[in-house]
C-alpha cells in the first residue's frame, strides 16, 4: 500500500476502535431491556472487551513484526467487522458477551498494526504529522460517538450501533489484505550472520559471545523474523488480565481485590524474570531499555488515567449535582473533543521548535491545570475552559509520546512498540476510572484534586525525553555510555 492508503488505514482502525467503545456505552441501557439481562451481564459486555484486548496487545504487535503489520491489521479488522456483525445478530446477552472477547482478540491484533504500518512507511522525521492526523481523527471519534450512537439506538435500536463498524472495517481489511507484502518486514538493519561461528566483530578487536547470546544469533541467522516468545505472552497475558479485571470490577470484596492483585503481581513478576532469561524476549530490550520509550509509555498512562477518571466524576457531577440531562452535559464537554482535535495537528511544530521533552512536559501541566479547573467550574463558561485544557492538554501529548516510542523503534520491532502505547492508553483509562470510583465516595472535588494530582506528577518524567534538535531514533551519549557504544564527538 502507498502511504496514503496505509495512512487512511491506520486512522480508519483507530476511529473504529473509538466508536465503537463511545456507541456501546449509548446502546447498553437499551441492549439490557431488549435482552432481558441484568446490570452485571451488560457490565461484562464491556469488561469481557476491555480484558481481551489489554492482555493480548503487545503479543498482537509481535505478531506483526514477524508475519508482516499489513496481515496483522486486515485480519484485526475482518475479524473486528465479522464480531461486530455477529453482535448486531445476537439472539442473547452470553452471545453478545462471548463476542465481544472475539472483538477484543481481533481489536488487540489491529491497534498496534495501526502504528506499526506508519512507522514501516514514513521517514522518522515525517512521522509526527500522520500521528497527529490518527490523534485528531479519535478526537473527532470521540465526539461524534455519542451523537451517532444516541441517534441510532433512537431511531434503529441497538443492533444498528454494531453494524455502523461492518462496511468500513471489511473495505480496509480486504484493501490491506490485497496490498500485503510476501515476505514480512524484518530488520533491514541487522548484520547479516554467515558461518558457523556468529562472533561479532567491532575494528581489530573480536568479542566472543556469551552462550546466551550464541544461542540468539544462531537462530537468526536461521530466521530472521523475530521469536514470538510464547511463554512471555502467556506470562504478560495473565498479569494484564488480572490486574485489568480487578480494577473494572472494583468495588468488590477485600478477597477478589487482594487475589486479583496478587494474582498480577506474581504473573508479572515471573514475567520479568522469564525475560531476563530468555534468549529472544517478548519485550525487546532496544525497546524498553531505553529511559525516553518508558518515560513515553508511563506519561500516557498518568495523562489517560486523570483524563478518563475526571470524565468519569464529571459525568456524575453534571447530570446528579448539576441536575443537566446526557445531552446538555455532552454539549458542555464538548470542548474538550474540539481542542483535541486542533492541538494534535500543531503539535509536530512544536516538537520540531521545542522538543519533545518541553512539549509534553507542558501540555501535562495544561491537562493538570484542566482538571483543577473542572474541581471547582459550575457555570458553563468554567467548565467548557476546563474542558478545553483537558482537550489541548491530552491531545498534545498523545501526539508527542506516541511519537517519541513509534520512532524510536527499528521498523522490525514497531508491533511491540504500537503495542506497549496501545497498553498504555488501555491500562490508564481503566486505573482513571478505578481511582474516581473509589474516590467518588467521600467527594467529586477530592477525587478530582487526586486526579490533577496524577498528572501534576507526571510532569517531571518528562524530562526523561528527547530535548530540542535530538533526532529521537539516535541513541543519546547517556544510551551509548549504558549499552557500551561510544559517542559521537
Request: hydrophobic share 55%; glycine share 12%; charged share 10%.
Amino acid at each position: 500500500m502507498n502511504r496514503r492508503l496505509t495512512l487512511a488505514s491506520s486512522v480508519a482502525g483507530a476511529v473504529l476502535v473509538a466508536l465503537d467503545g463511545t456507541v456501546l456505552t449509548v446502546a447498553q441501557p437499551s441492549l439490557q431491556r431488549a435482552l432481558h439481562a441484568s446490570f452485571a451481564q451488560v457490565q461484562w459486555t464491556s469488561t469481557a472487551y476491555l480484558v481481551a484486548v489489554a492482555s493480548l496487545l503487545v503479543f498482537a504487535g509481535r505478531l506483526g513484526d514477524r508475519y508482516g503489520q499489513r496481515r496483522m491489521f486486515a485480519l484485526g479488522m475482518l475479524g473486528f467487522g465479522a464480531a461486530s456483525a455477529g453482535i448486531g445478530l445476537a439472539p442473547g446477552i452470553g452471545w453478545v458477551i462471548g463476542l465481544r472477547v472475539a472483538q477484543g482478540v481481533f481489536g488487540a491484533l489491529l491497534q498496534p498494526a495501526t502504528l506499526g504500518m506508519l512507522r514501516a512507511a514514513f521517514p522518522p522525521d515525517r512521522l509526527a504529522m500522520p500521528l497527529a492526523v490518527r490523534t485528531s481523527a479519535i478526537g473527532l471519534a470521540a465526539a461524534a460517538g455519542p451523537l451517532v450512537g444516541g441517534a441510532l439506538v433512537t431511531g434503529l435500536g441497538w443492533r444498528a450501533v454494531f453494524f455502523l463498524g461492518v462496511l468500513p472495517a471489511t473495505a480496509f481489511g480486504l484493501a490491506a489484505l490485497t496490498g500485503t507484502n510476501r515476505a514480512p518486514l524484518t530488520d533491514t538493519n541487522r548484520a547479516p550472520l554467515t558461518g558457523t561461528d556468529p562472533t561479532p566483530v567491532t575494528g581489530t578487536d573480536p568479542t566472543p559471545m556469551t552462550a546466551p547470546d550464541r544461542t540468539k544469533a544462531a537462530a537468526l541467522a536461521e530466521d530472521p523474523r523475530p521469536s514470538l516468545d510464547l511463554p512471555g505472552a502467556l506470562l504478560l497475558a495473565v498479569a494484564l488480565a488480572c490486574f485489568v479485571h480487578t480494577l473494572v470490577a472494583l468495588p468488590g470484596s477485600g478477597v477478589a481485590t487482594a487475589a486479583g492483585l496478587g494474582g498480577a503481581a506474581l504473573a508479572g513478576g515471573a514475567f520479568v524474570r522469564h525475560e531476563r532469561r530468555a534468549a529472544s524476549p517478548l519485550l525487546p530490550p532496544e525497546v524498553i531499555g531505553s529511559p525516553a520509550v518508558g518515560a513515553a509509555l508511563a506519561l500516557l498512562v498518568a495523562v489517560s488515567a486523570s483524563l478518563f477518571g475526571t470524565l468519569f466524576v464529571e459525568t456524575y457531577v453534571l447530570q446528579r449535582r448539576l441536575g443537566l440531562d446526557p445531552f446538555h452535559s455532552a454539549l458542555r464537554s464538548l470542548p474538550l473533543a474540539v481542542l483535541m482535535v486542533l492541538s494534535a495537528p500543531l503539535c509536530p511544530v512544536l516538537l520540531r521548535r521545542a522538543g519533545a521533552r518541553w512539549t509534553a512536559g507542558a501540555a501535562t501541566a495544561v491537562l493538570a491545570l484542566g482538571v483543577l479547573v473542572l474541581s471547582r467550574a459550575t457555570g458553563t463558561l468554567a467548565l467548557g475552559a476546563g474542558f478545553a485544557l483537558l482537550g489541548a492538554g491530552f491531545g498534545t501529548v498523545m501526539v508527542a509520546a506516541t511519537h517519541v516510542v513509534v520512532r524510536r523503534a527499528d521498523v522490525a520491532v514497531a508491533g511491540v512498540a504500537g503495542g506497549l502505547q496501545q497498553t498504555a492508553l488501555n491500562v490508564g483509562p481503566v486505573v482513571g476510572v478505578a481511582a474516581g470510583t473509589a474516590l467518588m465516595g467521600a467527594e467529586p472535588r477530592a477525587a478530582l484534586l487526586v486526579l490533577a494530582a496524577v498528572a501534576a506528577c507526571a510532569v517531571p518524567v518528562a524530562r526523561a525525553l528527547p530535548g530540542r534538535g535530538v533526532a529521537s531514533i539516535t541513541p543519546t551519549p547517556d544510551e551509548r555510555a549504558g549499552a557500551g557504544v561510544p559517542a559521537r564527538r
